[in-house]
C-alpha cells in the first residue's frame, strides 16, 4: 500500500556514506522523496508502496561504519511524487549529530592506491565514505566539506564528479582528494625511507598528530629517542608493515588480529616472542609490545619497498605533554627529530593512538582516542546536559545529553599547562560540537586535581562532587546499562578516600545516587607521598612492619641504600609525613619490590606491569583473612617473603599472589551476597587492567555463580571516570 513517511535517524550516520545507500535502496524499491544529512543525523521522506520493506532494510542492514541509536518515524499525507534525491545538508539549531571517529584506509582505497595507472596511486590521501579522517578534521557540524579542514581544498572536475555521483563511492566524502586537488607531502616518500633506514628520527604528521618515527630494529636510534624524550623505561609502540610481520615477532590470537587489521586500527598489547630481531630498548623488561597496523596510505606508502619493515612510532611530544598537530607547535618537536615529513591538510583536533588489550575477545581500553572517541556511549536512558571533568591521569572528560555520553579522546596526565590547556580547548570543541547545555558540572573529590580546579572555573554551574572509586563502578554501570545496587570493585592505585585516606582497594554496595564502603585493603602508611609511588620498596618496607617482620626478611631490598632505608623506617615508626592506604596499586607495587621484580617505578605501574609480565594462571593462592572491613593480606606477605627465602621461583610467587588477590576479592563479594543478596558485581580501576587478575577474579566470581561486569567500550582505568562522574550526577541532579 502506497505511504508517505517521514524517518528521522540518529546515531552515527554521517560520513558513513548512509546517504548513498540509502539513494540506492530507495532506487530498488521504487521509493519517490528525499534525504538529507539533518542536525541531529539523517532525515529522510519517503513514499510510495514499499516503504516498509525500505524501513526493514534500513533498520537490518544499514552501512558497516554506521551505527543506528534511534529511529523515530511519522507518517505523512501522500503527495504522489517521483524520483528520489540527495538534498545538502543546512544546519538547524536542535538536536544532536554524532561525528565519526577517524577510520584506517579501506579495501577498496588501498586497491585504488596499489593500482598502477589508477589517478590515486600512490596518492597519501585517498580515502572515501568508508574510511579516511573524519574528527580529526571537522570543523563544525553538521559534517560538510565546508565544516571540515579539506574546505581549503577545491575539488578538481573528476573528484567533483565523484563527489555528485550517488553511484560512486566517493559521493559526499567530505575529504574527497586526488593528487591533482588535494593535500600534499613535504618531501619525497624514497628520502624519508632513506633517513628512517640511515637511522634518523622523523616527525611524521598522522591524523591527530605528529609521530616520532625511527627504525624499529635500529637499536641506536630507538635509544637515542628513548633519551630524547625523556622516556625512562616506558615501553614505545612500533607500526608493523603487515599482519604476518606482526606475526613474526609477537603471539596473535583470532580476536588480537581483528582489531589489529579491522577498521579503527588500535595500539594493542601483544605478547612478544623472544627472537623478534627488534631493539631491546623499545618495551624493556616488558613481556608486552604495543603494536599497530598502518592505518592512512601515508603509513601504506612509508612501508612500501622499504628497507625497513617495523618502525617505532610514538606520539609527537614531549614526555607527558599533548601530541602536537600544528605546524607552529613544531618547534616543540624540533630538538626530538631529525627530520620532518609534514602535509598541507590542518589537523583540527589533536589525537592520540588508541591503545587497547585483548580479553576474553573483547578489547579492554588502556587508552581510548582515534577510531573510538567522539562516538557516543548510548545510556539507554534519557540523561540531563551535564559535564563531567574526569580525574587527573589519563583524563578524559565527558558530555552528556539526550540519551548519550560522549567522552573526549584521552587528553592525559593533567600536570602540566600545554594539557590543562589542551583540556580547556577540547572541552570548548565539544561543547559546541554536541551543542550541550550544562546544567552541572561533576568533579573527583580530590581538591587538588587540575580537572576539580577546572570544574570550580565553571562559576555559573552547580558543581557535583564525586568519590573516586564510586565513580569508577559507575562508570562500569552505565556502559553496561545496570540499575539499582550492585557490588562494586574498584581495584586501582589512587583515589581520594572521604576519610583522608588514599583509597584503592574498595569493594562497594552502591547504585548510582549512594555508595557505602564495605570492604577494603587494609590500611597501611605510605611514607614520602608522591615518592612512595615512585619507590615501591617504600610501601614494601610498611607492608613488612605491618606483618612484624624485618627488611633483612626480604634480601631484595637490600639494594636500597642503609641510609635511605633507615629514614623511611623511621617515617614509618613515627608516623611522620606518611598516609594511609588501601591502594591495591602500592600492594602490587609492594609485592614487586619484595620479590625483587621492579624497586622503581619509571612510569605509573611499571612494578605492576612487570610482576604481572611474571605470573601465569592457576597457581595455589596463599592465605588472606578478614579483620572487620579490612580485607587483610599480611598472611598472604609473611607467606610470600617465607617461600621466596626457600627459593621459590619468583614467576610461581607472582601467580600465586595474583590468585590470593583475585580469592580475596571473591570472598569479599560472597559475604555480601550472604548479607544483602546482590548476585551483579562490577570490576573497574585500572588494576583490572592487569589480565591475569581479571581473569582471576571474573573467572573466580563466575564459578561461584555471580553476574560479572567490566569494561569494554570505555576505559577501566581513570580514563573511563568521567563516565561514572556524569552517571552519578545524573541521578542526583534526578533526585534533587
Ligand atoms: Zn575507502
Ligand atoms: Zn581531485
Ligand atoms: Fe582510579
Known amino acids: 500500500m502506497a505511504s508517505r513517511k517521514h524517518i528521522s535517524i540518529r546515531g552515527t550516520v554521517q560520513g558513513v556514506g548512509f546517504r548513498p545507500y540509502v539513494y540506492g535502496l530507495a532506487k530498488r524499491l521504487s521509493i519517490s522523496g528525499f534525504v538529507r544529512n539533518s542536525d541531529g543525523g539523517v532525515e529522510i521522506e519517503a513514499e510510495g508502496d514499499e516503504v516498509e520493506a525500505f524501513l526493514a532494510e534500513l533498520q537490518d542492514r544499514p552501512p558497516v561504519l554506521a551505527e543506528i541509536t534511534d529511529i523515530g518515524i511519522k507518517n505523512l499525507k501522500f503527495r504522489n511524487e517521483t524520483g528520489f534525491q540527495i538534498i545538502e545538508s543546512y544546519p538547524t539549531v536542535s538536536g544532536l549529530a554524532l561525528v565519526p571517529p577517524d577510520i584506517a584506509t579501506c579495501h577498496d582505497c588501498l586497491s585504488d592506491f596499489t593500482e598502477t595507472g589508477n589517478r590515486r ?5 585517498t580515502n572515501c565514505t568508508n574510511c579516511g579522517p573524519r574528527y580529526t578534521i571537522v570543523q563544525d557540524v553538521p559534517y560538510d566539506r565546508h565544516t571540515t579542514t579539506m574546505a581549503a581544498f577545491r575539488m578538481c572536475p ?38 628512517l633506514s640511515d637511522g634518523a628520527i622523523v616527525a611524521i604528521k598522522g591524523l591527530g598528530g605528529y609521530h616520532l618515527a625511527c627504525d624499529a630494529t635500529n637499536h641506536g636510534a630507538v635509544e637515542r629517542l628513548r633519551e630524547r624524550k625523556r622516556r625512562g ?13 606482526v606475526e613474526r615477532f609477537c603471539e596473535v590470537d583470532a580476536s588480537e588480529r581483528s582489531f589489529l587489521a579491522g577498521a579503527r586500527r588500535p595500539i594493542v598489547l601483544l605478547r612478544r616472542r623472544a627472537e623478534a630481531g627488534l631493539s631491546t630498548a623499545i618495551a624493556p623488561g616488558n613481556r608486552h609490545l604495543g603494536v599497530m597496523l598502518p592505518y592512512t596510505p601515508l603509513h601504506q606508502l612509508l612501508f612500501l619497498d622499504a628497507p625497513f619493515t617495523a618502525l617505532v612510532m ?37 589525537m592520540d593512538d588508541s591503545v587497547v588489550r585483548v580479553f576474553r575477545g573483547r578489547h579492554l581500553f588502556v587508552r581510548r582516542s582515534r577510531g573510538f572517541a567522539p562516538e ?57 560540537f554536541f551543542r550541550v547545555r550544562p546544567e552541572a558540572v561533576a568533579h573527583d573529590l580530590h581538591p587538588g586535581y587540575l580537572s576539580t580546579r577546572a570544574a570550580f572555573e565553571m562559576a555559573d554551574l552547580p558543581r557535583i562532587g564525586v568519590q573516586h572509586h564510586h565513580a569508577h563502578v559507575a562508570s562500569c554501570m552505565a556502559e553496561r546499562r545496570l540499575a539499582g545496587k550492585v557490588i562494586g570493585v574498584a581495584f586501582d592505585g589512587t583515589g581520594y578516600g572521604t576519610d583522608g585516606a588514599i583509597w584503592g582497594g574498595e569493594v562497594l554496595l552502591c547504585d548510582y545516587a549512594e555508595f557505602e564502603r564495605r570492604y577494603h585493603l587494609r590500611y597501611v602508611p605510605m611514607a614520602g607521598g608522591d615518592a612512595a609511588v615512585r619507590e615501591p620498596w617504600r610501601v614494601a618496607l610498611a607492608y613488612l612492619r605491618d606483618c612484624g617482620l624485618q627488611a633483612a626478611d626480604a634480601p631484595a631490598l637490600t639494594v636500597v641504600p642503609e641510609k635511605r632505608r633507615l ?7 613515627r608516623r611522620v609525613q606518611t598516609v594511609n592506604t588501601s591502594s591495591c596499586g602500592r600492594l602490587f607495587d609492594a609485592v614487586s619490590a619484595l620479590l625483587g621484580v621492579c624497586l622503581e617505578n619509571c612510569y605509573e605501574a611499571q612494578a605492576a606491569v612487570e610482576l604481572e609480565a611474571m605470573a601465569f594462571d592457576g597457581a595455589p593462592a596463599f592465605g588472606f583473612d578478614f579483620g572487620g572491613n579490612e580485607i587483610d593480606l599480611r598472611e598472604c606477605i609473611r607467606e610470600l617473603v617465607s617461600a621466596k627465602g626457600k627459593g621459590q621461583p619468583v614467576s610461581l610467587l607472582s601467580a600465586r599472589f595474583h590468585q590470593t588477590v ?75
Open 121 to 125: 596511486h600512490l596518492y597519501p590521501f
Open 158 to 195: 573528476a573528484c567533483e564528479a565523484e563527489y555528485h555521483d550517488p553511484d560512486d563511492r566517493r559521493f559526499h566524502a567530505q575529504p574527497n582528494a586526488c593528487p591533482v586537488c588535494g593535500p600534499q607531502i613535504s618531501a619525497p616518500i624514497s628520502e624519508v625511507r632513506e633517513w
Open 233 to 245: 623505561n616506558k615501553p614505545f609502540a612500533i607500526m608493523a608493515q603487515s599482519l604476518e610481520e
Open 314 to 350: 610514538t606520539s609527537g611530544n614531549l614526555s607527558e605533554e599533548p601530541i602536537v598537530s600544528r605546524e607552529e607547535e613544531l618547534t616543540r618537536l624540533a630538538p626530538l627529530a631529525d627530520r620532518f615529513l609534514t602535509h598541507d591538510r590542518a589537523i583540527q583536533t589533536r
Open 376 to 432: 557516543p556511549i548510548d545510556l539507554g536512558m534519557p540523561v540531563r546536559d551535564l559535564i563531567a571533568v574526569g580525574g587527573e591521569l589519563k583524563n578524559t572528560f565527558c558530555l552528556t545529553t539526550d540519551h548519550y555520553a560522549i567522552l573526549s579522546q584521552h587528553i592525559g596526565d593533567l600536570e602540566n599547562y600545554q594539557t590543562l590547556e589542551f583540556f580547556r580547548e577540547t572541552l570548548d570543541h565539544m561543547r559546541r
Open 567 to 573: 629514614a623511611v623506617e623511621t617515617m614509618l615508626e
Open 662 to 736: 583475585a580469592n580475596a576479592i571473591i570472598a569479599a563479594c560472597e559475604k555480601l551476597r550472604a548479607s544483602e543478596g546482590l548476585t551483579r558485581v562490577c570490576l573497574s580501576g585500572g588494576s583490572f587492567q592487569n589480565v591475569t587478575l581479571l581473569e582471576a577474579t571474573v573467572g573466580g566470581l563466575e564459578r561461584a555463580g555471580f553476574e560479572t561486569f567490566w569494561q569494554s567500550k570505555i576505559p577501566g582505568n581513570d580514563g573511563g571516570l568521567s563516565l561514572g562522574q556524569a552517571a552519578i550526577a545524573n541521578a542526583l541532579a534526578r533526585s534533587s
